[in-house]
């Protein structure tokens, strides 16, 4: 029972560079999440997906994208990576929202952008 | 505006002190669900307990309680009789049932039980 899980644990990135942050979760949850945190920030919510093919932008969308072409799959993509993205990733994934079931989370992504 | 509001940055206590860490919300639905969070040190996030509008019972597992007032829109965690293994990021959060797709997490309370 892997639960949410999330790849790479740690990367670094040179400016401008690209790459895609994977997410995987078994639960068959229909929604899915990307946050980022950072120090004092708390967790940020980057975009979400409510169901395969459905995506949304949260809080902190810019600079990132996100597809959900399975109901397993949710990988979230920089495009031109900055260092203001360095951060931790962490991937969610949830029965639903609206609901009393907790979002389960991966172990996160350190990212460092140089 | 902040949905979930978690005013204490830091809290540092002596072990076996007890400790309430604060949590205050702000939603229109009248379903909504309440939920902490843990993050220890090696950086997992934990889920604790979950809370729907309709109960406001309060909640006791272990050295752990929880208040939930609907009066004053807070749901506060109490630790009684603090050990240095409670020494995390706490968060609180909220998911709004007719009106979200998000889950409204606020900004951590950075405990730290000092031996």
């Known amino acids: 029972n892997a639960g949410v899980t999330q790849t790479p644990k740690f990367q670094v990135l040179k400016t401008g560079q690209s790459m895609t942050l994977q997410c995987a979760q078994d639960?068959?949850?229909?929604?899915m999440s990307w946050y980022r945190q950072d120090p004092g920030m708390g967790l940020r919510l980057i975009h979400y997906?409510?169901?395969?093919?459905?995506?949304d932008q949260g809080e902190v969308p810019n600079g990132y994208n996100v597809s959900r072409s399975t109901t397993e799959d949710f990988p979230l993509r920089l495009l031109s990576a900055a260092p203001s993205q360095t951060s931790v990733y962490f991937c969610?994934?949830?029965?639903?929202?609206?609901?009393?079931?907790?979002?389960?989370f991966g172990d996160g992504t350190r990212l460092s952008i140089l | 505006a902040q949905k979930v509001t978690q005013a204490q940055t830091e809290i540092s206590v002596v072990e076996k002190e007890d400790v309430t860490l604060d949590c205050v919300y702000e939603?229109?639905?009248?379903?909504?669900?309440l939920f902490w969070y843990k993050q220890p040190p090696s950086g997992e996030l934990v889920f604790l307990i979950r809370?729907?509008?309709?109960?406001?019972q309060n909640e006791i597992s272990g050295r752990y309680s929880w208040n939930f007032q609907k009066s004053t829109s807070s749901f506060n965690f109490t630790i009684t009789a603090s050990q240095v293994v409670d020494s995390a990021v706490y968060f609180c959060?909220?998911?709004?049932?007719?009106?979200?797709?998000?889950?409204?997490f606020g900004t951590g309370t950075s405990l730290t039980v000092i031996p």
């Open positions: 969610a994934s949830s029965y639903a929202t609206g609901s009393n079931q907790p979002q389960h």
């Open positions: 639960m068959n949850h229909e929604y």
């Open positions: 939603t229109r639905d009248t379903t909504y669900y």
């Open positions: 959060a909220l998911s709004e049932a007719l009106t979200g797709n998000q889950f409204y």
């Open positions: 997906s409510v169901g395969a093919g459905i995506t």
């Open positions: 809370r729907n509008s309709f109960d406001e």
